[in-house]
């Protein structure tokens, strides 16, 4: 584990055998709330059973199958010295019984339309042949996959012939406070409408299960088999679809917010795909001790851009390595992540304005957004080469031979350059802001810095690497 960084494990909810933005164009179908309905939860807050009683009919169970092929369905070799001893009309007994076997899990999910479309986890139904619904009143469906969404593990599902059915309030998740109460409906464990109770514990979460996320905690017990169901807040309003867990620990859950949702939601009813934008560049956290060895003042917040794809927008634009990214399209970024959030709402084509920071001055350019790749890793946050942010720089570098920087030769053990991670191949492309063609350049940049910060190439990825 690095130095100062801190890993949660999370565990995803389905209770699967085989598994383990935009503003919508048509609005959901959705009963409307009275005030009424908030106020007495509001005065009686001893109970929500009323409240329970109201939004249970809204949330269903799903059931889900696939058939999973065995890789030995071929006929079990039989090793010579004991064929003498079985009979060949034996042999086919040892044929594997069962070449193809039949698995099925268990999942939640919130109606959002009268025609039943149902907000769930991609995760729920992920490879599933079969997907079946049953509703509270005791009605089964089969279902069919409108869209899913892995990188923010959310899928849009359609019932075959229904209507008129109960429909959940979406609400607003950015109005929630830390302390608010919160509902969990279920079906965890396949016990059916199961009810829990706590508070948002809190906001902003970044779990690792994903680039895009932004999970809101909660103490209301949820387990595996609530995935994909609803969490309400006392007004009976959506504001979550639960989706993962701490693994090992207790009444800390999580719960994608339905401000993301809903606009996943939408794209994937209307292209059965989610569209996001892409600038094309490598980013990485511009910490403390990287804004002092890149010069840069202690209250500079942004992304570091640490590597400029080539023929993308923001190359285009003329954004460059070690420009730091405060806002785009007028929305501030104080870190990578939410550079990465804020770039995927945009749709394609757009020309949005980016608002860098390049040594002492602020510059703003337009850049023409693009549609991130599907095969692309995300907007290219970069994973540094490790680094172990530990204290002394034992390190020998050549020239390269068409004069793009130097590449290390050798690395001394224990050495300052040992202990940031830096190996036998990587090529050493700036020091700080110092652009590295030759040794010359490099031994330049090196005299009167204590503190180094070295863009390292390594597998044709970038990214900064700090030298104490």
């Known amino acids: 584990m690095k130095t100062g960084q801190f890993f949660i494990q999370s565990v995803l909810l389905s209770s699967l055998v085989f598994g383990g933005s935009a503003v919508l164009a048509q609005p959901v179908e959705q009963p409307t709330l009275t005030l009424q309905r908030n106020r007495q939860v509001e005065r009686e807050m001893g109970t929500f059973a009323q409240l329970a009683k109201e939004l249970k009919p809204t949330v269903v169970n799903i059931t889900v199958s696939k058939t999973q092929v065995s890789r030995t369905s071929s006929p079990m070799p039989i090793p010579e010295r004991f064929r003498e001893l079985i009979p060949k009309e034996m042999w086919p007994e040892f044929r594997n019984p069962s070449p193809q076997r039949r698995l099925q899990g268990q999942g939640s999910g919130v109606i959002i339309s009268k025609d039943g479309q149902i907000l769930t986890n991609n995760h729920v139904v992920d490879e599933a042949d079969d997907i079946e619904v049953k509703l509270h009143d005791g009605r089964v469906f089969k ?8 990188n923010t593990d959310l899928a849009l599902i359609k019932l075959e012939n229904a209507r008129e059915l109960p429909v959940a309030v979406l609400g607003d998740s950015e109005s929630m406070a830390v302390g608010d109460w919160v509902m969990a409906i279920g079906n965890p464990f396949g016990l059916e409408a199961t009810v829990t109770v706590g508070v948002l514990s809190g906001k902003g979460r970044t779990i690792g299960a994903g680039p895009y996320d932004d999970y809101l905690q909660t103490d209301a017990s949820i387990n595996p088999g609530n995935s994909g169901g609803p969490l309400f807040n006392i007004g009976g309003e959506v504001i979550g679809i639960n989706t993962a867990i701490v693994r090992g620990g207790q009444g800390i859950g999580f719960s994608i917010p339905i401000n993301l949702a809903r606009d996943i939601a939408t794209q994937l009813r209307e292209d059965g795909k989610v569209h996001r934008g892409y600038i094309g560049v490598g980013i990485q956290p511009l910490t403390p001790k990287l804004r ?16 400029v794809m080539p023929d993308g927008p923001a190359a285009a634009a003329g954004v460059k390595v070690s420009d730091v990214i405060t806002a785009v399209n007028g929305e501030p970024v104080a870190n990578n992540r939410e550079l990465l959030k804020e770039v995927a709402k945009l749709p394609p084509g757009k020309t949005a304005p980016v608002t860098i920071l390049r040594g002492d001055k602020t510059i703003e350019l337009k850049l023409k957004i693009a549609e991130r790749p599907v095969a692309f890793a995300e907007e290219n946050e970069s ?14 570098v050549q020239e390269r031979p068409d004069g793009s920087g130097v590449v290390v030769s050798g690395v001394q053990a224990n050495s300052r350059a040992a202990r940031a991670g830096l190996r036998p191949g990587d090529i050493i492309r700036r020091v700080g802001k110092t652009v590295v063609n ?20 390594r597998n044709g990825r970038t990214g900064f690497v700090l030298i104490e």
Do not use: C, H, M
């Open 438 to 457: 030759n040794l010359a350049d490099y031994r330049a940049a090196l005299k009167g810095r204590d503190d180094l910060a070295f863009l390292v190439e």
């Open 143 to 150: 279902a069919q996959v409108v869209g899913r969404d892995p």
């Open 292 to 307: 002092s060895a890149l010069s840069l003042a202690a209250d500079v917040e942004g992304a570091l851009v640490s590597a």
């Open 383 to 396: 994973t540094p080469p490790d680094e172990d942010n530990q204290p002394t720089i034992g390190l020998s």
